[in-house]
């Protein structure tokens, strides 16, 4: 068999699997971006609240999801969440190991570390938005929860975009390592392929290729979007 | 989770005794990955228009693939011809470690040749024709002006890229070498004690990752002596403003 049936689409190829297995590596990649969304929101208001604790616990977090490597981290998640897992079926009686869904100790995984990196990004966005208005927003008797939501989220939203392509970048690789759970995302299914049919070097190769695709599609799309977004800067009122 | 001193002491020792396998796979791959930037460096910047568009392609391969299929790629792909096994470097891709070392390199140096550019593109035009102008061959303009200016300005973004490479070591338990994630995987299925394992091998990555930032910044400081307040010249020697290359 040729080396270009083994990647198509035909009875022995492996092109549709690999296809389903790209779609699945984007969808562990957002699910991580949102469950990272969540906690990076939450440490970046740590970070920048005027409690002591609150800012050292925020410290804390960004030190050691960005500082210890991703798979260790991964390895916490899936071990650590199964343990947690078969203690609550061993308290319904059910006897014997439970494990968590390995697409959901991917996702909530790989969002630790992105919500590290997201808390950064916010952090860094909240500094850009301009003082006065949130001074205008006050003197106009806006109360904090609608100073929120009115001033602070639209300009954080826009000013961290360029930071959230960053942090999706480095998601998309992490997300690689999330074939040690066993998911059949795109490197596990490479993997497979790779080593039913022999074929280390092409399914490698493939599955490289197919990466590279992922990452120049959402460097694209990034790049897209800083622009539209740079357009209402320019147009909006009061700026400059 | 109760407090247990005693095995979280003895998890340190046993997960210190890797730190040597992970220092080795850092150092080797972050000085061979240095040495391969600056050739690719090279050939970006003053290569002819085919060395240069090799250049790129190189940065956006390696840039925009992940890591662990690089690895993968070299340690199950490359040994699959007989033509590899059969030439002079099946010694170094039979070995995990050097396979580790090999990719890890080659990713590296894919970002470092970024950075490197970045840092040349931060040297001011006016300062290399002021040294050409004082007659400076071409290798003491690179020695005593180019190079001091553009390590300068690269450190930064450079130290971010090293610390990044201690953590990328942890991939290499992933091709049999047992370096620090490797062997706390290791006591992880042995004991079920995740948590514990997990924050005294973040404790050590931590420290390594401390030692690293402060000597970055310790460069940093040497490097830029312009930047700094003068020394009363009563008190010093009066070796002020110098520059060391």
Known sequence: MSWIDLIGFGEHGRGSILLWAMGMTLAVTAASLCVGAVFGAIIATAKLSASRPARWLGDAYTTVFRGAPELLVIYLVYFGGSQAVTAVGKWLNYEGFLGLPSFLAGAIAVGLISGAYQAEV????????????????????????????????????????????????LSLKDST?????????????????????????????????????????????FSFAERRVARSFRHSLGRR | MDFDVAFLLSTFVKLVAAVPMTLGLFAASVSLGALLALGITYCRVSGGPLLSVFARAYIFVFRGSPLLIQMFLIYYGLGQFPAVRHSLFWPVLRDPFSCAVVALALCTAGYQAEIMRGGLQAVPAREIEAGRAAGMSRLLLFRRIIAPIA??????????????????????????????????????????????????ATLI??????????LMALAEYRLSPHLRERPDPASSGGRQGEIHG
């Open chain 2, 205 to 214: 990555y931590l420290l390594i990752n401390f030692i690293i930032v402060r």
């Open chain 2, 151 to 200: 390590i300068r300005q690269a450190l930064p973004a450079y130290s971010t890229e090293v610390i990044l490479m201690v953590k990328s070591t942890a991939l290499a338990s992933l091709v049999t070498v047992w370096e620090v994630t490797g062997t706390a995987q290791r006591l992880i299925s042995q004991t079920y004690r995740t948590m514990e394992v997990f924050l005294v």
């Open chain 1, 122 to 169: 916010y952090r860094g966005a909240y500094y850009a938005v301009a003082r006065g208005e949130i001074d205008a927003a006050r003197a106009i008797g806006m109360g904090t929860l609608l100073r929120f939501r009115r001033i602070l989220v639209p300009q954080i939203l826009r000013f961290s975009l360029p930071g959230l392509g960053n942090v999706w970048q």
């Open chain 1, 177 to 221: 390592l999330v074939s040690v759970t066993g998911l059949a995302e795109l490197m596990r299914t490479s993997q497979i392929a790779a080593g039913s049919t022999k074929q280390y070097f092409l399914f490698f190769i493939v599955g490289g290729a197919l990466y590279l695709v992922l990452t120049t599609l959402s460097d694209r799309i």
